[in-house]
């Protein structure tokens, strides 16, 4: 079970590997053409408001690519310290805190798309709940993640940091 969770945990952080260049090569060429347009011509009013959302997605699904690869900064300092067990249930406690974290993440990024469903963007008149809805998935991605990690923890498995787990 936990070797197909860790299948679709890789397979999610795939896309968002693909899904952060597209944006990251999406965010320079709309930046790029907003210099171009101020310098040469009208500015265009899109591309700041498309760099804008282009950014908030951009950090929030990073965000899940650096947990899932263990780059996010952490204090190992008492983990470091303790013995093989002392670190699984150290494991365990923080995947737990985590997986609280997230969910209320998920609920609130979820009441604040709610709140923003009437409103559309000034240039691009998208829904800004389309522009939100970045918070609640990257919650629930997050979450699947530390689910993974408190299975580990539980099933005593140590993940290896660089985003290749272990069994």
Do not use: N
Request: aromatic share 8%.
């Amino acid at each position: 079970m936990l070797r197909s969770l860790r299948a679709v945990e890789s397979a999610i952080d795939a896309v968002l590997q693909r899904i952060a260049f597209a944006g990251i090569v999406a965010l320079v060429a709309v930046m790029s053409l907003q210099i171009v347009s101020r310098v040469f011509f009208t500015a265009t009013s899109w591309t700041e408001e498309t760099a804008r959302y282009l950014l908030i997605w951009l950090t929030f699904l990073g965000a899940c690519l650096a947990y899932h690869r263990g780059r996010h900064i952490a204090v190992t300092v008492l983990g470091d310290g303790l013995p093989p067990s002392g670190r699984r249930i150290c494991q365990g406690l923080i995947a737990l805190v985590t997986i609280a974290f997230m969910a209320v993440l998920l609920q609130v990024g979820l009441d604040y798309m709610e709140l923003q469903s009437f409103q559309q963007s000034a240039a691009l008149r998208m829904p800004m709940s389309t522009v939100y809805s970045v918070m609640p998935l990257s919650a629930a991605i997050m979450a699947y993640m530390a689910l993974i990690d408190l299975l580990e923890a539980v099933l005593g498995e140590r993940p290896d940091t660089t985003g290749q787990r272990t069994s």
